[in-house]
């Protein structure tokens, strides 16, 4: 295969290009098994450091930037991208092996991304103004007049996903909350895509400069190894950061931010098992529908999805038995699918080895296998619950598509295998009309484990929207109050600031007396437009 | 004098008292500068366990509880509160040698906490309900009804501060609204008031109990050492901590919490010296005003609050001169004050004399002294604004009535000396009418510095409303994006929940589609009552 002349295969600082001369290497196309030609050089650390300079000097540009200006810049951005989505999905397609379609969709996600936060800042209702009307009178002391809003918290370090090479990558969404939000961003690419990270980030630059904003505005890091991501964490200007990606990394980061002399937020999304719940009322009346469905979300993407539902909970019965049964013939069937990199392949290989020989496992289903390279069979393994709560391991998250059936013996075991069980971004219910209303208490459980509960469906599939949580207690986020996808993501890279006696000449636009945007504020504790 | 006996000296563990044979120790009485007579028990081990459990299972109720509910609550412990006025105020004013009149102040404050909060939660409409209507036909993929909400986050610990026995401790700013987002409380008394903390406890067990909430809603400790705060932290039920206190201590509560095996937030305030910037127009007009403006600000509670203006900036000039001498004078005449511990008493006169020891520091003036217990002189310090670049221990807070002059050669200079601060809660800027408008890049650096900026003001006496913000970037706050004080406050106990094709019934009440509670809910982006 020919090189691709148009990448070279260096770091954007700023306005600038990475230099050669530091650690090269190469990225792998797993559906052929072989390295692609072209080579990326490891950013060096002064590159690293200027990156994270760059961004702090841009800062009070952005940050005193108005809606209506990050409107228009994330707008030149969603239209860069959909204008390359050919390119973009060539690439992508050739360093993460996902089908053309997938790539397609996904980059159609993050242009609707970019879009929903320009739609939002432009209204400019998001800061939260609020507004405390001075009182002269009031004793024992007079009641100054004081506003506060949302403002940016300041530089913030990417990481991207090797999962989702465009909607949780380059101009994925921690790029585009925290744009939207008004801060600069450096992203550090994922070193299995940097090809498709050259050719967003050449995008994003290319709307920095139309739209006219300053230089560090933004800049992106390639790197075949840790030391650049840490690095640009520990340097003093970043003010957070944002990761998808493995637990050990994730938490590898979160240790390196509380331990920076100035502390700073991680978003790390990191691990997640999404617990699914089924009842025997549901699997009698639509159990194979259930099956039919389930094997899809479990197995879509390769189970390379961070709400593949890893772990399925049920009481004896008959009709849980058959709904196994069905479900194990399903699992039986499903094609082998190619995983994005030979060292997610070998982890989740081994992963299943491990999980299997635990105690009390039971292998129910292996898909079909060949010898193609990053080749990966679905599994459907399973376990009594009270093997399940006595082994820790099995609560850890496989990465593929594997799941594992906990056979509880009654409903109060299966609430203590809930119980037992870490934080995951989804947990599922599957019931009848019938079952719900005695539930409750299992939902509430539902509630704590997760960020979102889902009723009679399946965890895969995420809206983007204004009401998404994509988030839950830890390990799935590292900040379990948040969310990493949606409107509510621009939140994270916010702070409150409050204005104290302020003429309306010196305030910003979302606070002045006049309400020159037309946006709903808390006037004295009241909503008013 | 006579010991009080009803003070047992014991923790409150949910409904039952702690056990004698621990460690004790005795409060102290900073003005007559001897010990009261009560001894105080430190809990026991298994007492910290016992109360993080019971918290924790009481977690489920309180987070199933309706605003309304929780309002009843907080309602009926303010009236508490405001009945016990007396009895608070005058074991506080043994404990604290806080004036008769503060004490009743803070009391008053704390009760409009409560009901703050309570009118808060009885509306509901803080929860930001977020709505997604279903789209089956909409291509590729159907859309699923999704509806979001902010949720209790679980057991919150709450150390109490040294500086606040009432607004700041047992039933304050961080118990209130950790309790009106339904999380359950577990305090951790301070050693210097041990007794006002008792009598306190007291009030909100009874409201508990009158309310019939579950027994863990509220437990507090008592400890004369770290310990067993440091255990409470470490207790794998606990969610989130609240903190106000020192520097080394809120970042030793933060390395405790981000080394747990699952990490939880810890919101401490800790440290600020909230710059006030003095531009020449403003003390040419007004400088005799500002100057006892100031003195008032700087002395006063004997400078034991974190609002205290530590670092003043201004610009070399006659009006300059003149300023400084006449804040000199007033700094002169300010009346020794009594600390509130003799810990903080020595703290102080070391902090004062170590400062006046730096390079190129002058003693502008001190104010008259006796030997008073616990007694603490004013003291007005002079730098330049070189010599206070390049020494950053002049950076750092002095707790107490000290206020350090910085004198710049110019606003350049200024500007370069605001960009070696570190964050504090507020930043106050002087200007006259004339001036503001050329300094909208200093306001913006003075918004990046603090959480609140004050035009024209002093930072001392921070209104509690839905506007203020009480935080600002480390170390002011551990969590730069948050606030300690206003409705605001309640977030910082809270994550966000999604419901995904649930029906009606079995969705909270904020989230119905009739929306039975009428609060403005944002509906497939739109807001909406």
Request: proline share 6%.
């Amino acid at each position: 295969m020919s090189s691709d002349p148009s990448l070279t295969g260096l770091s954007f600082i700023g306005f600038t290009r990475g230099r050669v001369g530091g650690r090269t290497w190469r990225a792998f196309d797993p559906a052929a098994g072989s390295e692609l030609p072209e080579p990326f050089h490891t950013a060096h650390a002064d590159e690293v450091d200027r990156a994270a300079e760059l961004a702090a000097a841009a800062a009070p540009a952005l940050a005193a930037l108005s809606g209506k200006a990050k409107a228009a810049f994330l707008r030149a951005l969603a239209d860069r991208v959909a204008a390359a989505t050919p390119a973009l999905a060539a690439r992508a397609m050739r360093e993460t092996a996902l089908p053309e379609a997938r790539c397609q969709g996904e980059i159609g996600r993050t242009v609707g991304q970019l879009r929903l936060f320009a739609a939002l800042v432009e209204k400019g209702e998001w800061v939260d103004a609020r507004i405390e009307h001075a009182d002269p009178e009031r004793k024992p002391v007079p009641k100054p007049d004081h506003r506060s809003m949302c403002r940016p918290l300041g530089p913030v370090a990417v990481f991207c996903a090797s999962n989702f090479p465009f909607a949780y990558s380059v101009a994925g969404g921690d790029t585009a909350s925290a744009f939207a939000a008004g801060c600069p961003v450096v992203v550090v690419a994922h070193q299995a895509h940097p090809g498709t990270a050259e050719i967003m980030a050449g995008l994003v630059v290319s709307a920095v400069r139309e739209v006219g904003l300053p230089e560090g505005t933004f800049s992106m890091v390639q790197g075949d190894g840790r030391d650049v991501g840490q690095r640009l964490v520990k340097h003093p200007t970043l003010s957070a950061v944002g990761f998808t990606g493995s637990r050990a990394g994730g938490r590898a980061l979160m240790d390196l931010a509380a331990a920076r002399p100035l502390p700073i937020p991680v978003y790390a999304e990191m691990s997640s098992v999404n617990p699914v719940v089924l009842l025997e009322g549901a699997l009698a009346s639509r159990g194979e529908a259930v099956a039919s469905g389930m094997v899809g979300s479990c197995t879509l993407g390769v189970g390379q999805f961070c709400t593949q539902p890893g772990v399925l909970l049920l009481v004896r019965s008959a009709a849980a038995e058959a709904f196994i049964a069905k479900l194990a013939s399903l699992f039986a069937a499903a094609p082998e699918g190619v995983m994005l990199t030979p060292g997610i392949r070998r982890a989740y290989a081994a992963a299943v080895a491990a999980r299997s020989a635990r105690k009390g496992v039971r292998v129910l289903a292996t898909g079909p296998s060949s010898d193609r390279s990053c080749g990966a069979q679905a599994a459907l393994l399973q376990v009594s619950a009270s093997d399940f709560i006595a082994d820790g391991t099995l609560h850890e998250e496989v990465f593929g598509p594997c799941s594992l059936v906990v056979v509880c013996d009654n409903l109060a075991q299966l609430h203590r295998a809930l119980e037992s069980m870490e934080g995951s971004l989804t947990a599922t219910l599957h019931a009848s009309d019938a079952e719900l209303p005695q539930q409750q208490a299992l939902l509430a459980r539902l509630s704590e484990l997760a960020g979102r509960v889902i009723l009679n469906g399946f965890p895969t599939g995420v809206e983007v929207s204004h009401a998404i949580v994509h988030g839950g207690p830890y390990p799935s986020l590292s900040d379990g109050r948040t969310t990493s996808v949606g409107s509510n993501a621009i939140y994270r890279f916010t702070r409150l600031v409050c204005y104290q006696g302020f003429a309306d000449a010196a305030l910003p636009d979302e606070l002045k007396e006049s309400n020159p945007l037309g946006i709903a504020r808390l006037v004295d504790g009241v909503r008013r437009v």
